[in-house]
């Protein structure tokens, strides 16, 4: 699964191993839903939460390592360009990704990059942040989401909290489903429920909710 000798997928390793914040049992549940969905055409899934309490990027680099197992070729990309933290699972830079796609107009295809875990490349979020008017926001997200879906089975995205981003309000749009996850005991029901609305007021659907008990 490994490269042998690499530091960083050791510890990689360590952390998917580790059942505190995800369990290999939702990372299975989540599996079959996807896989429902392919076939010809790319699947494209948004990791999101109700809140900023919750650690949703191990997931997010669960599920892509479980699908890219499974002989899927696979893209995770990292919307969340606030927090970035994918970059930081794979020992990689964040030095230019979705903010430069998306608000610096640049070839997402030009910043994709390998991982250790063959069949797993990644978009980071890169540093940029441009001040876009709402309508080239939108072209320009549409843009990225069809570059991102070149040559891929599985596009997912590592999204901020839903109702706080702009871009995971207009990337659900480009998605099949979306995965919410909160944080049992600092999640409120109510925000819980407010985000699964607005994601189906929006014409998506949930693919479903992963509570995490750990730290």
């Known amino acids: 699964m490994f490269k042998a000798g690499d530091k960083n997928a050791k510890n990689l390793s360590k ?14 549940m989540i599996q079959l839903r996807v896989q429902h969905f392919m076939g010809k055409d790319t699947v494209n899934i948004m990791v999101t939460s109700a809140d900023d309490k919750v650690k949703k990027s191990l997931l997010a680099v669960k599920l892509s390592m479980a699908m890219a197992e499974q002989g899927k070729k696979v893209l995770l990309v990292d919307m969340d360009t606030g927090k970035p933290s994918i970059h930081r699972w794979f020992g990689e830079s964040n030095r230019s990704g979705w903010a430069e796609a998306v608000y610096g107009g640049k070839k997402a295809g030009g910043l994709i ?16 942040r441009y001040g876009l008017q709402d309508v080239l926001l939108l072209e320009e997200v549409k843009r990225t989401a069809a570059e991102c879906r070149k040559n891929f089975d599985l596009v997912i995205y590592h999204a901020p909290s839903y109702r706080s981003s702009a871009d995971a309000q207009l990337v659900v749009h480009e998605c099949d489903g979306v995965i919410i996850t909160a944080k049992t005991g600092k999640t409120k029901t ?12 929006a014409g998506n659907q949930v693919f479903g909710v992963i509570l995490q008990t750990g730290g």
């Open 15 to 28: 952390a998917v191993l580790d059942e505190r914040y995800v369990s290999t049992e939702q990372i299975r």
């Open 113 to 128: 990059q390998d991982t250790f875990q063959p069949g797993l490349y990644t978009l980071m979020a890169g540093n940029g």
């Open 190 to 201: 109510a925000d819980l429920l407010l985000t699964r609305k607005e994601i189906e007021k």
